[in-house]
């Protein structure tokens, strides 16, 4: 099992940053993946920003440019830097963990943060 758990949303005016953060606990070294989402209300959950464990990163085509999504293997976190908000970025942003064992992928989902971007 693979917990993770999110931090560091909040209330930014647009043009404005935010960092979020998401630390993983449990069976880290079954980790294959680690990635961001989020969902505005009435919307579906779109992918954001993802990165492997070997450090390949893609990115929604909305946010290129303007977000970065990093990691610290040592401290088992990943990091979600979003520059240059827009108000259509309100949403809940969730932290998301894909895991493998004995050839089996799970995926681990956070609680998600509030993310709120005022005009």
């Known amino acids: 099992q693979v917990q993770v758990v999110e931090s560091g949303g909040g209330l930014v005016q647009a043009g404005g940053s935010l960092r979020l953060s998401c630390a993983a606990s449990?069976?880290?070294?079954?980790?294959?993946?680690m990635g961001w989402y989020r969902q505005a209300p009435g919307k579906q959950r779109d992918l954001v920003a993802a990165?492997?464990?070997?450090?390949?990163?893609r990115y929604a085509d909305s946010v290129k440019g303007r977000f970065t999504i990093s990691r610290d293997n040592a401290k088992n976190m990943v990091f979600l830097q979003m520059n240059s908000l827009k108000p259509e970025e309100t949403a809940v942003y969730y932290c998301?963990?894909?895991?493998?064992?004995?050839?089996?992928?799970?995926?681990?989902w956070g609680q998600g943060t509030q993310v709120t971007v005022s005009s």
């Open positions: 998301n963990a894909q895991w493998e064992v004995f050839g089996r992928e799970f995926e681990s």
């Open positions: 449990g069976n880290i070294f079954s980790i294959i993946a």
């Open positions: 990165i492997t464990i070997g450090g390949t990163s």
